[in-house]
């Protein structure tokens, strides 16, 4: 009898999190006027991509590389900084509209996946998506660096 992977469930929830934000960057991409903003959504799908690349790898590999990973580190509970952009500008710069859109979308996504490790009932999913927050929060402060210059 096959043994089936208990964290493939939540592993394609992430990815599939993952496949709906790159179709919004790249959905913005398509009507975004200004080569900086288009640069930036080209920026945020490559980040993106690296994230689905990644989730794919640990559906075949597995996780226990990234639960070492998650151990070592001293903010794995940390909420990242959710205060928006130039909230002044926001109609009228389209990079900052752009910047708080994907901000917004991606405090929710770490939020839900901080929510579901302390719901978890087991500590290998509680640490997957424990893991996954982490990644979102990566990507958020390369967000914050990346629209912090405008």
């Known amino acids: 009898m096959a ?3 208990p964290l493939r469930p939540m592993l394609k929830l992430a990815l599939s999190t993952a496949m709906s934000e790159l179709e919004l960057f790249l959905s913005l991409s398509e009507t975004a006027e200004m080569l900086e903003v288009k640069t930036l959504l080209g920026y945020l ?3 993106e991509s690296w994230l689905i690349e990644k989730l794919r790898h640990m559906m075949i590999t597995g996780i226990v590389d990234e639960l070492e990973e998650l151990s070592s580190l001293d903010d794995r509970d940390a909420i990242p900084d959710s205060t928006p952009f130039a909230p002044t500008r926001v109609e009228t710069d389209p990079r900052i509209f752009v910047c708080n859109k994907v901000l917004s979308e991606s405090i929710k996504t770490c ?3 901080l929510r579901l490790a302390t719901r978890a009932k087991s500590d290998l999913v509680s640490g997957l998506f424990e893991y996954l927050a982490y990644l979102k929060r ?3 402060y ?3 660096r990346a629209c912090g210059r405008y």
């Open 138 to 140: 990566q990507q958020i």
């Open 45 to 47: 799908v490559e980040s």
């Open 111 to 113: 939020t839900l996946y």
């Open 142 to 144: 390369q967000l914050r």
């Open 3 to 5: 043994q089936t992977d």
